[in-house]
């Protein structure tokens, strides 16, 4: 859902072929002077584009799980994690 832009120079574009025989013009990108986040878990709203459609947004796809455990420590008990598993499966679709 981020914001994209059209970038025409710089190192990307060096006005010679390719390996596929094609000399690069523009290369589309998300934005590039703009952060994600603007605080800890959340989201700047000037790099987000929510009026994109449906068939222009990507999946999220990485190797990597983040998992972010968050309680009410109102009675100040303290909390160890010693280890963490996870049982998952690929999927190729």
Known sequence: MAKTQ????????TGTENVAGYITTNVTSHLQDTTMFI???VVNPDYVN?????YNRRKMVDHYLGVRLIHDNSN?????LYAVGTKFRKSYR
């Not at 059209?6 to 574009?13: A, F, N, T, V």
């Not at 100040?76 to 160890?80: E, F």
């Open 76 to 80: 100040r008990n303290l909390v160890h």
């Open 39 to 41: 605080d800890e878990g």
């Open 50 to 54: 929510v009026s994109k459609e449906w």
């Open 6 to 13: 059209d970038i025409r120079d710089g190192e990307l574009i």
